[in-house]
């Protein structure tokens, strides 16, 4: 069983940062491809950034690249994403979500239909 905690959302100005932060239970983090997405009102889910964590290798979307970063922490069996120059554009709710890599250390990259696990999501509001 596999369980994913979010956490990290809030408000912030435009140019901030913020930092979420993705937990993982029971057999996640060891053998595991984790992505972030997120869902604006009115609009389909969005992949933004991707990682195997066996390896820590990464993928973006084009919207992101440069401003987010996925990272992992193997002591805290936990995925980061570091969120810098933040755009009101990025308001949306934030999905941190798991699966079996199909490729050692490969990301499964940014299509939701890569992923089985998801968390319940998390609000990221950016203000002008």
């Known amino acids: 069983q596999v369980q994913i905690v979010e956490s990290g959302g809030g408000s912030v100005q435009a140019g901030g940062s913020l930092r979420l932060s993705c937990a993982g239970s029971?057999?996640?983090?060891?053998?595991?491809?984790v992505g972030w997405f997120r869902q604006a009102p009115g609009q389909e889910r969005e992949g933004i950034a991707a990682?195997?964590?066996?390896?820590?290798?990464?993928n973006y979307a084009d919207s992101v690249k440069g401003r987010f970063a996925i990272s992992e922490d193997n002591t805290k069996n936990i995925v980061y994403l570091q969120m810098n120059g933040l755009k009101p554009e990025d308001s949306a709710m934030y999905y941190c979500?798991?699966?079996?890599?199909?490729?050692?250390?490969?990301?499964?990259?940014?299509?939701?239909?890569?992923?089985?696990?998801w968390g319940q999501g998390l609000q990221v509001t950016v203000s002008s």
């Open positions: 979500a798991a699966a079996s890599c199909t490729a050692y250390g490969v990301p499964l990259g940014l299509d939701m239909r890569n992923y089985t696990y």
């Open positions: 029971g057999a996640f983090y060891w053998r595991n491809c």
């Open positions: 990682i195997a964590t066996a390896t820590g290798r990464p």
